[in-house]
């Protein structure tokens, strides 16, 4: 498997995850820690972050945008992880026309996508303990798609995710590095854990990177 998918690695604690490939037109940055500043977004009381594709839904997808500090993950190896809201034009204390038309587009991408299933796309946090699943009874889980800059990885990719979160008693993200419209919504759909977790039982077709598509979900 992993010779035959150049995004699949191996972490040093043996776990796998992938490796999303920058979008087209997108330039990788290195991870910049300084550019970490600022961790959350300025007020989010707008249309764009009240969106949510299935309220009531078992399953959430987050699609945060806001800014994150993740902490007690895979990810962290002790260290505090800081990711800086979503910004494309250096001003991460305000919100500009094009980056509040990518969140309301992006998330309408992921919806779609994601519409077969009882999940619930949304812009709105619905809290750390919503995205967990604290034990095998727990029906009530999701997982935090992270919209951001690399501030850690210094990957030169488009976004990651480790194989299997969905369903992790953490609060364990997939984070997305692409900024454009194309590569966050691509890097929305193909970051997204097996969707077989979303929807017990249901057999669907795995795209390359083991992530659901639109051509793949409508199979």
């Not at 604690?13 to 490939?21: N, W």
């Not at 399953?59 to 002790?78: A, H, P, V």
């Not at 979503?86 to 969140?103: K, M, Q």
């Amino acid at each position: 498997m992993l010779e035959s998918d150049d995004t699949l690695r191996v972490d040093d604690g043996d776990e796998l995850l992938y490796f999303d490939v920058l979008a087209p037109g997108e330039i990788a940055s290195p991870a910049d820690p300084a550019g970490a500043e600022v961790a959350y977004a300025p007020p989010t009381t707008g249309p764009e972050f009240q969106l949510a594709s299935n309220p009531g839904a078992s399953k959430t997808i987050f699609l945060d945008f806001n800014g994150s500090i993740t902490e007690g993950t895979t990810w962290n190896n002790g260290a505090t992880i800081v990711s800086p809201p979503y910004d494309t034009n250096g001003s991460p204390d305000t919100w500009s026309a094009s980056e509040l038309s990518v969140i309301a587009n992006s998330w309408a991408v992921a919806a779609e996508d994601f519409a077969p299933w009882n999940v619930n796309v949304t812009t709105i946090d619905p809290g750390e303990e919503a995205l967990k699943r604290s034990s095998s009874s727990d029906t009530n889980w999701g997982v935090r798609v992270v919209i951001t800059s690399d501030t850690f990885l210094d990957c030169g990719c488009g976004g990651v995710a480790y194989i299997g979160s969905f369903d992790d008693a953490m609060d364990e993200p997939a984070f997305v590095f692409n900024s454009s419209f194309v590569g966050v919504s691509e890097a929305d759909r193909l970051l997204l854990s097996d969707p077989n977790k979303i929807c017990p039982g249901q057999v669907v077709p795995f795209s390359k990177s083991h992530r659901v598509n639109r051509r793949n979900a409508a199979t």
